[in-house]
């Protein structure tokens, strides 16, 4: 059974840090991107962050650039999301998801969903 685990989030005051890890298990093929995507209240889900894991190429929305940071360990076939510098806006219910062909701009696109985790910025 193919399954995506999203874990780390929580609250945190702005400027504050926090580390999302995706585990994903039962693969049966190679996936060849991971990506991670948030929704708040009310908004349309976005692209935050992706990882190509045949090249460890990143991708970063412009709102995050400079302060999260996606990685990827293959032999625990997690990737993380470094989040440092939050802000009230950042606050949002965070989802990884796999590609498996690249980082691509569609959502339709990425194959398997995890649940989401809350990450809530707040004072």
């Known amino acids: 059974q193919v399954q995506l685990v999203e874990s780390g989030g929580g609250l945190v005051q702005p400027g504050g840090s926090l580390r999302l890890s995706c585990a994903a298990s039962?693969?049966?093929?190679?996936?060849?991107?991971v990506g991670w995507f948030r929704q708040a209240p009310g908004k349309e889900r976005e692209g935050v962050s992706c990882?190509?894991?045949?090249?460890?190429?990143?991708h970063y929305a412009d709102s995050v650039k400079g302060r999260f940071t996606i990685s990827v360990d293959t032999t625990k076939k997690t990737v993380y999301l470094q989040m440092n510098s939050l802000k009230p806006e950042d606050t949002a219910v965070y989802y990884c998801?796999?590609?498996?062909?690249?980082?691509?701009?569609?959502?339709?696109?990425?194959?398997?969903w995890g649940q989401g985790t809350q990450v809530t910025v707040s004072s």
């Open positions: 039962g693969f049966t093929a190679d996936y060849y991107a």
């Open positions: 998801a796999t590609d498996l062909l690249s980082c691509r701009s569609s959502q339709d696109t990425y194959d398997y």
């Open positions: 990882i190509n894991i045949s090249d460890g190429r990143t």
